[in-house]
């Protein structure tokens, strides 16, 4: 299918391209799907999110227009509102949009939000997706958030309640015997963690944060439940993170940290390729 092959949908513009909204994954361009980079490399117009890892970026064409819409929790973010039109914008122009979001569009990612916007305008949208940080940061330090000896299934929440919103089900979460992947719950991880002690969770469960999942920033660290926000606090691990919550936190291997930020001879020859040829461009190009 070529960028302008899209099904015919009533009340909608046929004569313009839809919008593409790409799932970026965690950071390591080699986790992107071959749909997603050949969409970045094609791309006029790129919105990107400020978790999208730079050389992911750099696969766009020499040409193309990168917009940085970040959004991103405790700092100056990009209103919401603005992007839509953003977008709405570049597209009625005629211009091939790619928003560029981190991890996957419909995982936190007010993709739902956007394909609405896009759709009110009367223009196509299509969503590529990504890998979520809720799997891909567990599974950076080896660790599964499904063992059928430990859980029999996970659960991905928010730390962050919507302003004006209801929180979480923090006690139906914690009696549910299910991993608990918490995605933006660094910043509140103590009130957290009192929340899930005063549930009924045991002080020594297994837990582990994971920040910047496969990038060479990687850092994870392991605690018991009551301890997780000295432990995070003690090693300076720094949002974008993952909380996971739940035995299965205690597999895996936190020394991976170190073999994918590049410390010894253990480093894979890809990832060493990648960050020799940050701008790559030639990859997308050749998968156009």
Known sequence: MSLHDTPSVPGLRPDLPPVWLVGAGPGDPELLTVRAARLIGQADVLLVDDLVD???????????????V??????????QAFIHQLMVREALQGHR?????????????RGAEECDALREAGLAVEVVSGLT?????????GMPVTDRRHTPGVIFVTGHAQEGGSAP?????ADSGLTLVVYMGLATVGALVDTLLGC????GLPTAAIASAH????RSVRAPLAGLPQAIASAGIRSPAVLVIG????LGRVDLDFLLAGAGPSRTESARRLDAEAPARGLARRMG
Do not use: E
């Open 169 to 173: 089900p923090w006690q139906a979460l």
């Open 70 to 79: 970040g959004k991103r929790g405790g700092c100056i973010s990009t209103d």
């Open 200 to 203: 009924g969770l045991s002080p």
């Open 97 to 109: 949009v790619v928003r560029l979001k981190g991890g996957d569009p419909f995982v936190f990612g």
């Open 133 to 141: 940080a809720g799997m891909a940061a567990p599974a950076a330090v």
């Open 54 to 68: 730079r050389r992911v970026v750099a696969l766009a064409r020499p040409g193309a227009r990168v917009l940085a």
């Open 215 to 218: 990038t060479p920033a990687q």
């Open 247 to 250: 035995s299965v936190a205690a």
